[in-house]
T-cell receptor, first 115, second 109 residues
Framework: DSGVTQTPKHLITATGQRVTLRCSPR?????VYWYQQSLDQGLQFLIQ???????AKGNILERFSAQQFPDLHSELNLSSLELGDSALYFC??????????????FGPGTRLTVL | DQQVKQNSPSLSVQEGRISILNCDYT??????FLWYKKYPAEGPTFLIS?????DKNEDGRFTVFLNKSAKHLSLHIVPSQPGDSAVYFC????????FGQGTTLQVKP
């Protein structure tokens, strides 16, 4: 158990809909990262928040957005969903969030299926 | 543009033998290289890392080798055990983690 929790475990929805994925980091960790793993793909970095502020951005679509709240939990919002958005979405957390590598601890993921 | 590549989708070895997983990268500016292990229905877990200024790092049965001139990284597992069966991702760090596509390792008893 990494100490990172993600809800829900599974989500099935229809094209055009909007969903919210939730992540609670390990106790004391200030950084939260979101990753997408599509079929046959490695994990793609989407976005990082550090202590409530956006720190780094990766291959995140404009239809996706995220935020980190004062209690440090984070939410990833996916809107106007398309079939290709079906994937595993992982959240990770680390103690710090600077340019030096900090070990990232991953949650169990949320499996999103768009029908 | 795939900066980190794992060209072998799968690898099968016999218990007790060596497993060698390979990874190539294109960006010589990466600071750190890491290997993660992933079991089904779980998130990736950190296995071992190596700084770009080193060429070898060892932790028990796991050794990572870095060949900067070839832009190549490898993970050696000796001896391999059935519990090592998992998907292994290599990753590189330069302000963010860039992952390879993963290699599924099967260790047969």
């Amino acid at each position: 158990d990494s100490g990172v929790t993600q809800t829900p475990k599974h989500l099935i929805t229809a094209t055009g809909q909007r969903v919210t994925l939730r992540c609670s980091p390990r106790s004391g960790d200030l950084s939260v990262y979101w990753y997408q793993q599509s079929l046959d793909q490695g994990l793609q970095f989407l976005i990082q928040y550090y202590n409530g502020e956006e720190r780094a951005k990766g291959n995140i679509l404009e239809r996706f957005s995220a935020q980190q709240f004062p209690d440090l939990h984070s939410e990833l919002n996916l809107s106007s969903l398309e079939l290709g958005d079906s994937a595993l979405y992982f959240c990770a957390s680390s103690a710090e969030g600077g340019l030096s590598y900090n070990e990232q601890f991953f949650g169990p993921g949320t499996r999103l299926t768009v029908l | 543009d795939q900066q980190v590549k794992q060209n072998s989708p799968s690898l099968s070895v016999q218990e007790g033998r060596i497993s060698i997983l390979n990874c190539d990268y294109t960006n010589s500016m990466f600071d750190y290289f890491l290997w993660y292990k992933k079991y089904p229905a779980e998130g990736p877990t950190f296995l071992i890392s190596i700084s770009s200024i080193k060429d070898k790092n060892e932790d028990g049965r796991f050794t990572v080798f870095l060949n900067k001139s070839a832009k190549h990284l490898s993970l050696h597992i000796v001896p391999s055990q059935p519990g090592d069966s998992a998907v292994y991702f290599c990753a590189a760090w330069k302000g963010k983690l860039i992952f390879g596509q993963g290699t599924t390792l099967q260790v047969k008893p």
